[in-house]
């Protein structure tokens, strides 16, 4: 019986490692490339290649609440780190996305309150710039690159697909390039970010949300009758606020019980981009709190339809 016991553990132990060395082999990673450097300090990224390429590329933002719990420093911790292969959460989104043939880049950017929505917004165009720039070199037709985030990383991928800056004005080369997306999928974001501490958000987080908005946007905005409005400077920062018929397909994933965002930001802005005819799809997870489950049978035939 302790014989059969030992043959049982080995065999669970080699198959593991078979699958391991499967993923390994199928998938190359390339660390903190240097995608920009502002004031010398170096923007970073990782890239997971495919060994089989279909020529897509994903630029994958995790979520952080824009740095606001992490006021030291634009990656501590590192945004990036967050992205395992053996995670529970954001690493399958990845492996399934290198398995399907997309090269994933996965990135940090700046943190508030340090540095603000206009910088943090400006890192992520940077690295869908210098991913478009170097293609050929990642072996990625620079005409087919999405975007994916989660709760705030969603709410920045979302800005990728609805504008497109140069904030920068052209200082480089990769500065010469565009950097809006042309699919997009977020989970868990913030769409509209005016839209809260409304009173039917009783149930929500709202002393967080605020303090993490203030932080990244350097202050509340204006109210009028008692809500915030939509205006100024938030208006930049508000991916709702942005949409125009040629804005990038958007598939938006959101949970029935968020804690922090409220259900009616994904139906808002669903809805605006539909009014927009822009394609779009919604997507409601059950009691997922602030971690809807994405399909990523669906998420990786949404890239495959709309990066074409």
């Known amino acids: 019986m302790i014989r059969l016991k030992l043959l049982l553990l080995l065999c669970i132990i080699a198959t593991n490692n078979l699958k391991m060395f499967s993923q390994l082999t199928s998938t190359k990673k390339v660390e903190n490339i240097v995608y920009g450097m502002v004031s010398g300090t170096a923007l970073l990224m990782d890239a ?6 279909n020529h897509k590329a994903v630029i994958f933002i995790p979520g952080s609440a824009w740095g606001f719990p992490y006021p030291t420093n634009y990656d501590q ?7 395992k292969f053996d995670s529970s959460y954001y690493g399958e989104w990845e492996k399934s996305l290198v398995q399907n043939g997309y090269a994933v880049f996965v990135i940090n950017h700046r943190f508030c309150p340090k540095f603000q929505f206009q910088d943090i917004i400006e890192d992520c165009r940077r690295a869908v710039r210098y991913v478009r720039y170097n ?33 920068y004005s052209n200082r480089s080369a990769i500065d010469s390039v565009s950097s809006k997306v042309q699919a997009v999928v977020t989970l868990a ?60 397909p958007t598939l938006i994933y959101y949970s029935d019980n968020d804690p922090v965002i409220a259900t009616r930001q ?25 971690n809807p489950i994405a399909d990523m049978i669906e998420v990786c ?6 990066l074409k």
Do not use: C
Request: zero cysteines.
């Open 48 to 53: 997971y290649l495919p060994i089989k390429s």
């Open 266 to 290: 994904a139906k808002n802005m669903y809805n605006e981009l539909v009014q927009h005819n822009v394609p779009a799809k919604i997507v409601m997870s059950h009691n997922a709190g602030h």
């Open 77 to 83: 911790p590192p945004l990036k780190e967050d992205i």
């Open 189 to 248: 974001a913030p769409f509209n970010l005016a839209d809260i501490n409304k009173p039917e958000d009783s149930t929500l987080d709202n002393n967080y949300m605020l303090s993490a908005i203030n932080a990244y946007m350097g202050g509340l905005p204006t109210m009028k009758r008692g809500d915030f409005v939509l205006s100024g400077k938030y208006i930049s920062a508000s991916p709702y606020a942005l949409v125009t018929k040629d804005d990038a």
């Open 301 to 306: 035939n949404w890239f495959k339809k709309y």
């Open 135 to 167: 293609a050929t070199e990642f072996s990625i037709d620079p005409l087919f690159i999405g975007a994916m985030g989660h709760s705030s990383g969603g709410n920045l991928a979302s800005i990728l697909g609805v504008s497109d800056s140069n904030y």
